[in-house]
């Protein structure tokens, strides 16, 4: 695109005080017909029009085109010179349209989308896939990280649109918001082992006495849990910790501890895992969709948000 830009920029800068490109198109008309009046037909245009356009070309350039002697049509020297330059304005300026065209109408173009691992994990797939099927030459780039990281990359430019978790930290940049869903957090164990808690459920005091399978750092997650424990007066017990979804899950399955996770990956995750809710009031999450207020993002990620918005509107509540 900036490329694109460029070549406008120069093209109008080098040529829109001398000339117009609709007279460098009657000019290569004429030049390639020989013969004003079936340039005129060519170019849909009446010969009268067609003439007095090559003429102010002249004027303007300060020389003849075209020799006309005896009603034989030439190129001078003047004309040879312009003509390999009007063709190439031309053909750059035809390219410069479809390139605008094909962005305006989403042939083209890319959506730089951050997510939380888990919302990458259960949320984003199958909108990926509707979105790709309705544009399929829009590139897509994901960028995983807690919300934390997203919202920083927001701040600096390098994504257009970032599913986070709310609240936002106190320190955010300017952001607009829209609040897709919320959802339940679940207890994942070991299909192999005991089930924890009881009575079907697990109270968060209940993970005072089990070992827990625990994210990195920065991981929304990790902080609403440990939060969560703090609240009940104690501080949980790691067996393994500093993973991402996919290796927490794995530990999990592997019977080395328990882990708390968004209700959404429980149901989608292909380990060998056995789901038991939180007692209520439980843990709950609140996913929301950002961008920078001070700047629109681009229409590909305009249409992106759009496709997700729609899967939303139709989709069954997670918690659910």
Do not use: W
């Not at 245009?45 to 003429?55: D, E, K, N, T």
């Not at 927001?154 to 970032?162: F, N, P, Q, S, V």
């Not at 924890?196 to 006495?209: F, M």
């Not at 929301?288 to 496709?307: G, I, K, N, T």
């Amino acid at each position: 695109m900036k490329q694109l830009i460029s070549i406008v920029v120069s093209y109008q800068a080098s040529y829109s005080e001398c000339m117009q490109l609709q007279q460098l198109v009657y000019f290569v008309a004429v030049a390639e017909a020989r013969h004003f009046t079936r340039a005129a037909e060519d170019v849909h245009v009446s010969q009268p029009s067609l003439s007095q356009q090559i003429r102010a070309l002249e004027s303007e350039l300060g020389a003849e085109l075209f020799s006309r002697a005896r009603g034989n049509i030439a190129l001078t020297d003047a004309g040879e010179a312009l003509l390999p330059l009007a063709r190439r304005i031309l053909a750059d300026a035809e390219t410069a349209r479809h390139e605008v065209q094909e962005l305006a109408q989403l042939r083209r173009g890319r959506v730089r989308l951050g997510a939380t691992p888990s919302v990458c994990t259960g949320l984003l797939p199958d909108v990926l896939r509707a979105f790709h099927d309705l544009h399929p030459g829009i590139q897509l780039l994901l960028e995983e990280g807690g919300s934390h990281d997203l919202v920083r990359e927001l701040a600096r430019g390098t994504l257009d649109l970032a599913l986070v978790v709310l609240p936002l930290p106190a320190a955010s940049p300017a952001l607009t918001t829209v609040e897709l869903l919320q959802e339940d957090l679940v207890v994942v164990s070991s299909a192999a082992g005991p089930r924890p808690g009881r009575g079907g459920r697990v109270r968060i005091a209940d993970l005072q006495s089990e070992p827990l399978v625990m994210f990195r750092h920065g991981y929304d997650l990790r902080e609403l849990t440990v939060a969560a424990c703090r609240a009940e007066g104690f501080e949980p017990s790691f067996t393994v910790e500093g993973g991402e979804m996919d290796a927490v899950l794995g530990v999990v399955g592997a019977g080395l501890g328990i882990a708390v996770v968004p209700s959404m990956v429980a149901t989608r995750t292909g380990h060998d895992l056995r789901t038991t809710p939180l007692a209520k009031p439980g843990l709950r999450r609140t996913i929301a969709l950002a961008h920078r207020s001070d700047v629109a993002p681009p229409r590909a990620a305009r249409e992106f948000q759009r496709v997700l918005l729609a899967s939303r509107a139709g989709a069954p509540s997670p918690s659910a």
